[in-house]
């Protein structure tokens, strides 16, 4: 038997996530936040801190974004194969979601229709969506609002095998050197190992849905999660790159099989407005 | 002459003014005068209060097309303050949306150009190029952060909000602020002194 899910209730959900997501910092960043303030050794850097943990009360209190940059909406859809979508196309739904989420809930409209003509399409879409078929019939909708002071700085490289974790190191550290003070540090930082050119960049974007500080599942990448942290966090960029202790909340690393030749690398930088929000129906 | 400690009337000393660095905020008016820029430096807190200019990519590119065809501004650029924003739509009951700084790198290309017409700050986050840092100390101008990422409480201190110029650009729109005590820190001042560069070097740990 067949579960029905009508494509109203994906726009209907999908609105309240664009909102909910802008307005409300998840738990992980704030604790992580609030650990920080505490351990971060710039007096300025403190007072950054929190001056970012008052600002997500504020924005939470009052229904209002946490940051203008409201983000181009990425939304990632893990559709149970045993459902069974009425009511029309579902690219379609998605879309007018965000159209309604980001009208009602006054988010920025911060998309526009072409890379060169760059008129703003003024109801932020098209959202960027990823659609993965699972068992099961459950729909699980999540909504990413990505900010792109950080999405700016991120990269992608594809390294030779000879090169290892040292290489894979490495360019995750020139990555985040790179950014510098540009993507309003404390940053997270999502990194894809493995697969071809593109899954390295998905999996970069899928490692920064993890629970923030939660560590991977597996030993080995685990330690180098917190390594690099640590690397990172010895750059003495701080909040906001002004100096000091804090320059990442957490390294969270998704890796995949691949191929002989090949050792792709891709860095998926997030300001500390680590915003998502999801729903299973 | 508009430059007052937050506690009464501005008579600070060169060396109390360091000495208060990250501790009290100036309050520092609009426009700025030379008198008051000179007294700044890398570190130091400041309020602001009085009018900035808000314009970033599509505004600083129009701005910049006008000028190269050889136009004159409608208005004039003297002494004002530039902030990097696009703000969220006002709610109804609200003067501005959330409307924290973007990243400022993305404007060094034009800034020079805005300096030589007589702006005396730009406020945004991230470090700027070293042609921008260069730029500041030839026409005495300051580059001020403020802490991106806190756009709800930064709005508090927006009081009026106007367009000025480029309706076209909806939130990218040239739009007047009057700000009452806006928080934000010198990050580079007119003596070459860059509070990035500082603050990696001092917090930096070796491997």
């Known amino acids: 038997m067949l579960k029905q899910i009508h494509t109203q209730t994906i726009t209907d959900n999908v609105a309240r996530l664009c909102q909910e997501a802008n307005y409300c910092l998840g738990q992980d960043v704030t604790e992580l936040l609030k650990k920080a303030k505490k351990e971060e050794v710039s007096p300025l850097g403190k007072e950054i801190l929190q001056q970012v943990l008052e600002n997500a009360c504020i924005a939470q209190e009052e229904s209002v974004p946490l940051c203008q940059d409201t983000g181009m909406t990425v939304v990632f859809i893990e559709l149970g194969q045993d459902v069974h979508l009425t009511g029309g196309d579902l690219t379609k739904a998605i879309n007018e979601g965000v159209r309604r989420g980001y009208r009602e809930g006054y988010l920025r409209m911060s998309v526009v229709n072409h890379p060169f003509k760059r008129k703003n399409t003024n109801d932020n879409t098209p959202a960027v969506i990823h659609v993965k078929i699972v068992p099961g019939d459950k729909l699980k909708i999540i909504v990413f609002p990505k900010g792109f002071g950080g999405e700016n700085f991120s990269g992608l490289k594809m390294l030779l095998p000879g090169e290892g974790k040292r290489g894979v190191k490495k360019f995750i550290l020139e990555q985040v050197k790179l950014a510098g003070s540009n993507p309003c540090p404390p940053i997270i930082v999502g990194v894809g190992i493995g697969g071809t050119f593109e899954k390295a960049a998905l999996l970069a974007k899928k490692a920064l849905l993890r629970k923030v500080g939660e560590p991977s599942s597996l030993s080995e990448i685990a330690i180098l999660e917190k390594e690099l942290l640590h690397e990172i966090n010895s750059l003495g960029f701080g909040p906001q790159g002004l100096g000091g202790s804090t320059t990442a909340l957490a390294v969270n690393i998704e890796i995949f099989p691949c191929h002989i030749a090949s050792l792709p690398v891709a860095v998926n930088i997030n300001c500390s407005a680590h915003r998502q929000k999801e729903v299973i129906l | ?207």
């Open chain 2, 1 to 207: 002459m508009f430059c007052a400690s937050s506690k009464g009337s501005y008579t600070l000393k060169e060396s109390e003014i360091k000495k208060l660095t990250l501790l009290t905020p100036l309050k520092l008016y609009t426009p700025l005068t030379d008198e008051v820029i000179e007294k700044l430096r890398v570190g130091q807190r400041v309020l602001l209060n009085g009018v900035l200019l808000t314009a970033r990519d599509a505004a600083h590119k129009k701005l910049n097309k006008f000028l190269e065809l050889g136009n004159e501004l409608p208005f004039s650029l003297k002494g004002l303050v530039i902030y990097y924003v696009a703000p969220t739509p006002a709610k109804p009951g609200q003067v501005i949306g959330s409307a924290g700084p973007t990243t400022s790198s993305r404007m060094d290309i034009y800034t020079p150009r805005l300096l030589a017409l007589g702006i005396k700050g730009t406020i945004g986050h991230g470090k700027r190029s070293p042609q921008v840092v260069k730029a500041l100390k030839k026409y005495q101008a300051i580059y001020f952060v403020a802490v991106g990422g806190t756009a709800a409480l930064i709005a508090k201190s927006i009081k009026e909000n106007r367009l000025i110029a480029f309706p076209e650009l909806g939130a990218e729109s040239i739009q007047e602020l009057v700000v009452e005590n806006f928080p934000v820190i010198v990050a580079n001042d007119i003596y070459g002194g860059d509070i990035y560069e500082e603050g990696w070097k001092k917090y930096a740990i070796k491997p």
